[in-house]
């Protein structure tokens, strides 16, 4: 780090000298205007972009060079998430049909990509969202309601032992994991520029903070999928009521635990936030109730209890993360 003094000159500015090896780099000269913003630790943010547009970033994906398609797909998402606004898809011959149906597929997984230049053996996709057109806490909000009403579905099937319902859960799952990839992308993408921030009027901390707890109910929705596979088990076989019963006492108080977490996120409130933790303890002790119970059915049903258990445990604990986070944001 370099430490150089403040001066006043005509008595009322006050001036720093610029690195000269930072203003060669960048090739600045005299009278050329630079952006300051000024960042919520007090620090502040020198740059020559005056513009607070997102930087153009090209990936270019060699087909021949990707032993199968499903890699493809794997680096497409991976490219998306880093923040890259054009991907490019080139092929030596003529684009393989497979290829083809994995970008078609990438396209409709992903927010904002889309096909905007096609040849024989190149196609061009380009992010056609702005970064500001969905802030972060309004997508939060939409998993949250996405998955909050998955797990509402999967108990209401369990309940009215409905197989059609619990299978509709699992395709809603791909809305909550192509909205976390819109975190994940958003957060990078202000990491790299910094100065996004203002205009996306969050900052870095929030931001962190948002992508954690993205992750979290990412999570949270691919339990859901779990207790939804293990459904259609318990609705075959003969259950005890007792223990139905129980699984629906557990998993409302996971419920409450998920939905009072966000809430908390939302309101910063950290007294709910330290009571979501104290009500993980009641749940996991009722969980462990379950699998007690759940030991002297036949062994089919006992699995699937099991299962849907531990993804009831784990909805509460991923829940108690979530406070966890946003106490530490707060604090």
Not at 9 to 27: A, C, D, F, M, Q
Not at 150 to 173: G, H
Request: include cysteine; charge should be negative; proline fraction near 3%.
């Amino acid at each position: 780090m370099e430490i150089r003094r403040v001066q006043i000159t005509g008595g009322s500015s006050y001036v720093i000298t610029l690195p000269k090896e930072w203003i060669k780099n960048l090739h600045i000269q005299k009278n050329d205007p630079l952006g300051i913003n000024v960042q919520s630790d007090g620090t502040l943010l020198l740059t020559p972009k005056m513009t607070q547009q997102n930087l153009e970033r090209i990936k270019e994906f060699d087909v021949s060079q990707i032993p199968q398609p499903t890699y493809l797909l794997q680096r497409l998402i991976g490219a998306y998430i880093a923040g890259y606004t054009s991907l490019k898809i080139i092929s030596s011959s003529r684009m393989p049909t497979a290829v083809q149906n994995v970008i078609r597929s990438f396209t409709q997984l992903a927010i904002g990509p889309e096909v905007v230049e096609e040849t024989d053996t190149a196609i061009l996709l380009k992010d056609l969202l702005k970064p500001t057109e969905m802030p972060l806490d309004r997508t939060i909000k939409r998993m949250q309601i996405i998955v909050k009403g998955m797990y509402e579905d999967v108990m209401r099937s369990l309940q009215n032992r409905d197989t059609a319902l619990a299978e509709q859960i699992l395709s809603r799952d791909d809305d909550v994991d192509r909205l976390h990839w819109l975190v994940a992308r958003q957060y990078n993408i202000l990491l790299q520029n910094i100065s996004l921030a203002g205009t996306m009027n969050i900052t870095i901390d929030m931001a962190s903070t948002c992508f954690l707890i993205s992750r979290i109910i990412e999570r949270i929705g691919d339990h859901v999928v779990r207790i939804a596979q293990n459904v259609p088990t318990l609705i075959d076989n003969d259950l005890d009521q007792t223990i139905l019963d129980k699984i629906q006492t557990a998993s409302g108080l996971a419920s409450e635990i998920f939905n009072t977490s966000i809430h908390a996120f939302f309101k910063k409130d950290l007294k709910s936030s330290h009571g979501t933790i104290e009500s993980v303890i009641e749940l996991e002790t009722l969980c462990g109730e379950i699998n007690t119970l759940a030991l002297q059915q036949q062994a089919i049903v006992a699995i699937s209890v099991g299962y849907i258990i531990e993804s009831i445990r784990r909805i509460g604990e991923y829940a108690e993360d979530i406070s966890e986070n946003v106490i530490n944001y707060l604090i």
